[in-house]
């Protein structure tokens, strides 16, 4: 079935769908893994975006049910150059034409992805349409401009759980996690090291979070306009100083302008597993997993700087800086035990060369 892609630019390339049939419509963003596309599929960051995965061949190892990052398949379509439909892999339980069926994600191939990459990274992301039913490309671009794409827009609400539930119940200490479109792989990260993991609602009050008497919490990654947010900025502002909080991806922004730095939007964001970070402190350089389309800026750009509280002032400081653009990537507030990072840790799919940083957050905190 042949399918279009419109963006609302009025770019078009033609391709066939391989799976599902309908118009649906995202912010386009570019994958760069090799890998992992099933855990890319499923990470709730990827609310309101269709993937353009820049590796040619997709679907060769099918999917299984251990590998997911959530119960749902979160981009409304992907975009790939060429479909695998025989899965080899002996823990494949399906295709990936299989598991997208009755989804409503629409699954398109034979499309010239470095074209509508190198046009993605000239122009920035943009909306965009994925579409087999209508031929007209004006209409298209006309709907994908009309879309409401990402910016502005609350997906957190759409991405995270209704209500509390008990991940796990180690002893080491209780871990609350304010589940913004959370992965399974950063609650397993927390499980591992004997933490009690509770997952709450995004929406979840400041002092219903206190009256559960957690050692730390855990802000998650999520989709969408981080600016738009302000019920969780709230909370993490009114916990700030009063409880140890750990920031990642999202929760990273979310905590940051709970300090009072401003948030924009990066041209074409970061997605993919091969980002060099390098630790200031230190140094070293780690490779790194990540998935975001917006940053956070300090003071003139500097390193160190200090946050204005009710009780005071504190030192705050840059910890981690991209190799590829020099965007904040970790934050450091010690006074308050506040400690962020942009990328993503608990990898899934992607190196493991930051995993340390969840034992490390509970060693810094005594826990």
Known sequence: MRAHVVLEDGFHLEGEAFAGEGEVCGEVVFNTAHSGYQEVLTDPSYTGQAVVFTYPHIGNYGVNPEDAESSRIAPCALIIREYSPKPSNWRATMSLAEWLAGTGVIGVHKVDTRALVAHLRTAGSLKGIISTRDEDLETLARKAKESPGVVGQDLVRLASCEKAYVYANGDRCHVAVLDCGVKKSILDSMASLGCRVTVLPATTPAKAILSLRP??????????????????????????????????????????????????????????????????????????????????????????????????????????RSLYDGTVEGLAVPALQVYTYQYHPEAGPGPHDARVHFARFLERIGA
């Open 215 to 320: 050692d730390a919490l855990v802000l998650s990654n999520g989709p969408g306009d981080p600016t738009a947010l302000p019920y969780v900025v709230k909370t993490a502002d009114q916990l700030l100083g009063r409880l140890p909080m750990l920031g990642i991806c999202l929760g990273h922004q979310i905590v940051a302008q709970a300090i009072g730095l401003p948030i924009y939007k990066l041209k074409f964001g970061h997605h993919g597993v091969n980002h060099p970070v390098q630790e200031l402190a230190t140094g070293k350089v780690k490779v790194t997993s990540q998935n975001h389309g917006f940053a956070v800026a300090t003071p003139e750009d500097k390193n160190e700087f200090r946050v204005v509280r009710p009780q005071g002032t504190v030192r705050a400081r840059v910890t981690h």
